[in-house]
């Protein structure tokens, strides 16, 4: 069912936007890689930039790989 897999997308892409608070650099690593579908790594990235806890530095890099 899509909307039940557009739900579990977003849980996974809130997961790994608290996981970057403190392991940025892994989750970067894994949006880079193929495992992730497209959806997935926008999502996070788009979780990571309006978080208040990863820096500025931090979301010009993400904005940068969510434009490649």
Known sequence: NKDKEDCVTLAEAW?????AITSFDDVVS????????EMLKKKTISKCIESFRITEEEKT???????N
């Open 15 to 19: 997961l790994l936007a608290t996981m």
């Open 30 to 37: 894994f949006l880079k890689s193929s495992k992730p579908t």
């Open 61 to 67: 890099l993400l904005r940068a790989l969510r434009s």
